[in-house]
């Protein structure tokens, strides 16, 4: 990592070919185990995968050791497709490609390949002479592809760069185009991306398994962070602006190192070790302020990534119910009579409201109605979410001056907001659910982590001092906006060890499915038969 004031062009002697190739830049920080796997994997001739959270350094830690000569870096985004990024290589290698539409809407690739980048000599006027030879080439073959590269003399790695941002289907692909790739000699492949799973890459792809060698990049530990102000502090006659709140930066930084830099430059550009406290917050000061700003940018994309994976929802039981229209037995025919010459209405006679669809009925002359509502109770499964809920309860939290929240206390409130009332909630798996926080944020490849379970505490707590000032700044109102704002369109269906109410037999389910008619029947002629109040689930059945 380029430390931490400025960057400066790589200096240094020409790459060559299993030797890594190494700035001189004395503001760099090394981290000299990880440097030593990259290293050795280029040395080797490996391909290679580095991962790791974002803003570590990565792509900064891979150009400083591979020569800019030696390396083609392709810089991934949302919507790429394979055949792009083989555009992109090809014509960074020298070649120059035009694409042709052909009818019906399929394209057609033409390869124009420069002999001077072969070796051609010059004009006599000093210019270089190409010819361009034609060649027609299918990018989705990689086969062709790889035979194009091949023809290169001197190879250079192509990178990969921010891998992750391409869609499934595109990984998928490229990877399996990759594997064939890897096992051709000279053509060496570097994947750098953001992800916290060794095996991630084969996870998308089996195939490639064991063609590429991993290695990780983590967050900045706080002893990491503490070396590097000390190889700075050891050089500069601004130290003492950085020392007294050290500990501060530290903690605000969290392992990023990019703005741990950025504290560090704003100290020294203040030139003083005495806290601004001239906010217009007064609880946030100007360099908090900063960190919020950052902070607020990013968490958005947090949550959406938290979101989106399955261990948040949960699934509850609860009794739906419907209303059917059946025939009343007591309604008796007009003799003779056409639909025309009966009365109508649209008001239950027994209940003295609208019938729940709206609809008209016939009267007999009795004024019993044609037709009767028979309501059904049935047992069904409702999806919820439960970020939402802990993080307003966090809010609350910080609002006290607390960075944590029991989970017992948690679990017991979250269950009385269920709407509808779940049948024989589960309170015990309910706190369970409420752990796999730690989880949904490991999968989210969120580090650090925002919040944390401790099981012996039997609390979930703020790990990232940045949220704690974030919640504590912000407006419930607010919150709940930004929360609205990050809900996926498409919801990830719960897992089903995620359900929370207490598992029922088919007896026993039985027992909740009722029908309750809710006009009684009389089983004789003048005898009302009274239909019983069931309690169920908190639900008033009769």
């Known amino acids: 990592m380029v430390w931490p004031f400025r960057r400066k062009a790589h200096r240094g002697g020409p790459h060559t070919r299993g030797a890594a190739y190494e700035s001189q830049d004395p503001d760099y920080v090394a981290r000299p185990q990880i440097e030593k796997s990259i290293i050795d994997a280029l040395a080797q001739s490996q391909n290679l995968m580095i991962y790791g959270p974002s803003r570590q350094g990565k792509t900064l830690l891979l150009t400083r050791l591979l020569g800019p000569a030696d390396s083609i870096i392709i810089e991934c985004r949302p919507g790429f497709k394979r055949t792009q990024i083989y555009r992109v290589a090809l014509s960074a290698l020298g070649y120059s490609l035009l694409v042709k539409k ?226 009343n037995p007591r309604f008796q025919q007009i003799p003779n009579a056409r639909e025309s010459d009966y009365i109508r209405t649209a008001i239950n006679p027994n209940t003295n409201r609208r019938y729940s669809d709206g609809r008209q009925v016939l009267l007999d002359r009795d004024g019993n109605p044609q037709y009767i509502e028979v309501m059904r109770y049935y047992v069904d499964k409702r999806q919820t979410e439960f970020m939402s809920f802990l993080l307003r309860s966090l809010h609350g939290a910080v609002q006290q001056s607390s960075s944590e929240i029991g989970l017992t206390g948690l679990a017991q409130e979250f269950g009385e907001q269920f709407v509808p009332e779940p049948i024989g909630l589960d309170r015990a798996a309910l706190k369970a659910v409420f752990a796999n926080v730690d989880e949904a944020q490991r999968k989210a490849f969120v580090v650090p982590h925002l919040l944390a379970v401790h099981s012996e505490s039997d609390a979930i707590e703020i790990m990232d001092r940045r949220l704690f000032l974030f919640l504590s700044s912000v407006a419930l109102d607010d919150l709940d906006e930004l929360l609205d704002g990050v809900q996926p369109i498409s919801l990830p269906k719960a897992r089903a060890r995620n359900h929370v109410s207490v598992r029922m037999t088919r007896e026993e389910r039985t027992k909740f499915e009722k029908i309750v008619e809710l006009v009684p029947i009389p089983d004789e002629p003048g005898e009302d038969v009274s239909i019983g109040t069931e309690q169920v689930g908190g639900v008033d059945m009769g």
């Open 102 to 327: 052909r009818r019906r809407g399929k394209a057609k690739t033409t390869v124009g390949f420069g002999i001077a980048t072969m070796g051609a000599g010059a004009s006599a006027e000093g210019e270089v002479e190409q010819t361009m030879q034609s060649i027609n080439v299918d990018l989705r073959n990689p086969s062709e592809v790889a035979h194009l590269i091949a023809r290169m003399k001197r190879l250079p790695r192509i990178v990969l760069n921010n891998f992750h941002l391409l869609d499934n289907a595109t990984k998928a692909n490229l990877l399996f185009d990759l594997t064939f790739l890897a096992e051709r000699p000279g053509i060496r492949i570097i994947i750098v991306g953001v992800w916290l799973n060794e095996d991630y890459l084969e996870e998308i792809e089996p195939a490639i398994s064991g063609k590429y060698r991993a290695v990780f990049v983590p967050s900045w530990s706080d002893a990491e962070l503490r070396k590097a102000t000390a190889q700075w502090a050891a050089r500069s006659k601004s130290a003492d602006a950085v020392t007294p709140r050290l500990d501060e930066f530290v903690a605000l930084a969290a392992g990023d190192i990019s703005l741990f830099r950025t504290l560090v430059e704003r100290a020294i550009n203040t030139g003083t070790s005495a806290p601004d406290r001239t906010s217009a917050t007064p609880t946030v000061v100007p360099i908090q302020a900063m960190v919020l700003a950052r902070f607020r940018r990013g968490l958005s994309g947090k949550l959406k990534a938290i979101f989106a994976e399955r261990d948040i929802y949960l699934t509850y039981s609860y009794l739906q119910h419907t209303i059917d229209f059946v025939t």
